[in-house]
């Protein structure tokens, strides 16, 4: 998984920071069938390509496919790092 990294921060009223430790994991999570569910409830919302916009009826979330498939992507990667079982939420995004 990842390593512990070291990041420089410039502060405007400090001096600068350095060698501040931060724990880094990378959370490889493949993208298909994310357009085709909600982020929030993880309800099924089918739609053609050609469809833009991602209105859920049962949560009633209402945006951008490709945003809702980040934020949805997002979640898949970040609950994975946290030790999660997503093995459910795989499941319904079609991934393995």
């Known amino acids: 998984m990842g390593k512990p990294g070291f990041v420089c921060v410039v502060c ?5 920071i350095t060698n501040v430790d931060i724990k880094r994991e990378l959370s ?34 209402e945006l951008d496919r490709d945003y809702k ?5 997002q979640k898949i990667g970040l ?5 999660e079982d997503i093995t459910s939420l795989c499941q319904n995004c079609g991934q393995s």
């Open 12 to 16: 405007p009223c400090f001096d600068i």
């Open 28 to 61: 490889r999570v493949d993208p298909k069938g994310t357009s085709q569910y909600c982020w929030q409830c993880l309800n099924k919302v089918s739609k053609s390509l050609s469809d833009p916009w991602h209105s859920c009826p049962r949560c009633g979330q």
């Open 69 to 73: 498939s980040a934020l949805l992507i």
């Open 79 to 83: 609950l994975s790092t946290q030790g």
